[in-house]
């Protein structure tokens, strides 16, 4: 049999939620033996999400990659409705790689918090110099250590941020956010920046929605690294616009830019860490190549989305997608 060989777990069950097909993948994974009598699909899961994701399907629901805490085991579980009302039930182990992704991060925020110690006294006592020494070779190095300080300071923080979100150290505490003032304020952080390139800001006009349900600093800082990667790459004279739409369900807010844009074959990808359309570029430009990575988890952890959309020499439009919660 096909699925006997198949390293995944696949299960098949009957329209009355009977298991009718499991392959010994699927029996190990749930804790079953070979000759093990197997109850209804909907009591095969014991954690509540397990069962509200089994009972989705037997209701006739799609799934697609939802990840489930079985036991020990970390598993991405996919399933579908069968054209003669049962139900099929893909599950793949993917614990090994949550325990390296673990690993990871604790090796990033460990090795984070080292470097966050020596670098502002390298900063500190950079700074000093460059007001201190006499125009020259001597301050010309003093102002290359203070810059890379400072560089490598934004970096340990970015990391520090990221590895705080994705282990769940964080958590959004949502509030009534105004939209325009967020904006203005996120802005301040690059307002310098955009003046010294000729790059303006647009506001979110009156009729778009003006108060979000979010965390404000979670907020600040979505727009802020916005705004960042924007000016980096718009041109002399562009502009950078905000504007936002509600649905019954969500907000969503835009941040659009007339910059050079990014080609389709890299927009999958914009949002992993160190990504770099152009490396070369993009190091000259500055930046720590995290700032996109940290709107999507933030996004994310407030049950929302991020995407983004553009076209090559014609701007970029990112969109954040925030829920809105019965009880605000």
Known sequence: MLIEAMADGVLAADRAGRVTAMNSAARLLLGYGRSATLPPLE?????????????????????????????????????????????????????????????????????????????????????????????????QFAETILYNARRMQHLVDDLLDLSRIESGGWRPAPERVELT????????????????????????????????????????????????????????????????????????????DTGAGIPPEHLPRIFERFYRVDP?????????????????????SHGGRVEAESTPGAGTIIRLHFPVPAQA
């Open 181 to 256: 003032r967020a904006v203005r304020e996120a802005w301040e952080a690059v307002a310098e920046a955009a003046e010294r390139g000729g790059v303006a800001l647009r506001l979110p006009p009156a009729r778009a929605p003006q108060v979000l349900w979010a965390d404000r600093g979670a907020v600040q800082q979505v727009l802020t690294n916005l705004f960042d990667n924007a000016v980096r790459y718009t041109p002399g004279g562009g502009q950078i616009a905000v504007d936002a739409a509600a649905t019954a369900d969500e907000i969503v807010v835009a941040v659009s």
């Open 280 to 300: 070369a570029r993009s190091r000259e430009a500055g930046g720590t190549g995290l700032g996109l990575a940290i709107v999507k988890h933030l996004m994310e």
């Open 43 to 139: 009591q095969l899961f014991h954690e509540k999400r397990s069962r509200e994701l089994v009972h989705g399907i037997v209701a006739g629901s799609e799934v697609a990659q939802q990840e489930l805490q079985v036991g020990p085991r970390t598993l991405l579980a996919s399933g579908r409705p069968l054209p003669d009302g049962g139900s099929l039930l893909a599950l793949r182990d993917i614990t090994a790689l949550r325990r390296l992704e673990q690993v990871r991060r604790d090796f990033v925020a460990n090795v984070s918090h080292e470097l966050k110690t020596p670098l502002p006294s390298i900063a500190g006592y950079a700074e000093t110099l460059v007001h201190e020494s006499q125009p020259g070779q001597p301050r």
